[in-house]
């Protein structure tokens, strides 16, 4: 994505941090709210207009930057509230936003989250099956500990249990995250059948996964959006449930 040629606008991607800050700090131009860049959305302006996702925040020219959830991002494309607030950041220059913007966002925030898996998978920092899991988490080797979100209870709760052994937290109710992905989208990303249960044995991962991965759930909203909106209940009812 780019701006048109004949929109002599800044950008606003490369700057200095702040002193004291840990990322520079950016306003939604919803909420007028300012946060870290990394947890804020940018969006940028395509060759023909469209106002498209720009989540890895690469995309060359003047970016507007939101913070908002996606009901709220719904309601004000719905209301005209967004498209003032990006004509005020472009400056006039023409746009257009898509009907589907919302579901572009969520798709793109969705593909960052699976690629950073598939990353870790390839880099050996991921742990894969329930006997495997279960093994790393006693073993006090498992730094972050997923479930899909359409996995049942009784898997997430015996890995967790296992995971505060080893970590010497029983009692503290320290267990796993449902991930916004169901247990077909953590297939795909992970090239394996069946996922259900994923375990990541580096710090430094689970630091890399943990950013895309909330910047996904706080745009769903709530763990129960992203589970209901991503779960084939017709595919479930014949799911081999081995994997848990």
Known sequence: MRIPHNEPLSSDIVD??????????RKCV????????????RLAISPDGDVLPDVM?????????????????EKAIANGKLKGALARAFKGAPLSIPADLPHRIEQA??????????IELRAGNVLLGTEKIAQGCRAGAVTFL??????????????????????GAEGTGKKGTILPLDRAALSVALGRD?????????????????????????FL????????????????????TKGE
């Open 109 to 118: 925030l969705r593909r960052l989250v699976t690629d950073r898996l598939g």
């Open 146 to 167: 997923g479930h899909a979100c359409d996995a049942g209870s009784d898997g997430p709760n015996k890995l967790a249990q296992a995971w505060r052994v080893g970590e």
């Open 30 to 41: 919803l909420t007028g709210q300012h946060d870290a860049r990394d947890e804020l959305l």
């Open 194 to 218: 069946n996922v259900v249960h994923l375990a990541l044995t580096d710090s430094a991962a689970a630091a890399r996964l943990e950013a895309p991965l909330q910047r996904l759930i706080h």
């Open 16 to 25: 200095a941090k702040p002193a004291g800050k840990s990322s520079p700090e």
């Open 221 to 240: 909203g709530n763990g129960t959006e992203a589970a209901e909106s991503h779960t084939d209940q017709a595919a479930n009812d014949d799911i081999d």
């Open 57 to 73: 925040a690469r995309a060359p020219g003047r970016g507007a930057w939101i913070g908002v959830e996606r009901q709220a991002l």
